[in-house]
């Protein structure tokens, strides 16, 4: 995402060209950039450390903001797709409790097979007996 693009989606997105964006006029401008609405878990994570409710976001505070957020957001979400790639050995699509416990018995053979299956079917919401890619991808993104 260029500079260029980040003040034309600023500029779209504030309406009445007040040169600042209240909380919907900053939601309306990540739909601009992302091409999608949101999820409250990304809006969240993306005001981290800014005060959204009150907020009167400049354009320099807004392309400080993503640039840094969605920076990192990239380097978080490559790192979940690398993992699942490393689990996913048989490039399925899909990872099985076979490969969680083949996974498992390599990088921590003193976790016990019980254990594994147990966390593989927290993880496995659909109870196909597989875990999808979006299945880990929600996983890997839950703050305890």
């Not at 979400?77 to 050995?89: C, E, K, Q, W, Y």
């Not at 079917?121 to 929600?138: A, H, M, N, P, Q």
Request: aromatic share 10%; hydrophobic share 40%; glycine share 6%.
């Amino acid at each position: 995402m260029s500079i260029a693009d980040i003040h034309h989606v600023f500029h779209r997105a504030d309406a009445g060209s007040k040169g600042y964006l209240t909380r919907d006029d900053f939601k309306v401008a990540l739909v601009g950039l992302l091409g999608y609405e949101p999820s409250k878990w990304e809006l969240q994570y993306t005001c981290k450390g800014v005060d959204i409710d009150n907020c009167k976001m400049t354009l320099p505070e807004f392309s400080r903001l993503l640039k840094t957020k969605l920076a990192a957001a990239a380097d978080e979400d490559s790192a979940i797709r690398h993992a699942f790639l490393a689990t996913d050995v048989r490039c399925r699509g899909f990872i099985t409790p076979d490969d969680l416990r083949k996974l498992f018995h390599i990088t921590s053979p003193a976790v016990p097979s019980s254990v594994v299956d147990e966390a593989f079917f927290l993880v496995d919401k659909t109870g196909s007996g597989r875990i999808t890619y979006r299945e880990f991808e929600s996983i890997m993104k839950q703050k305890f």
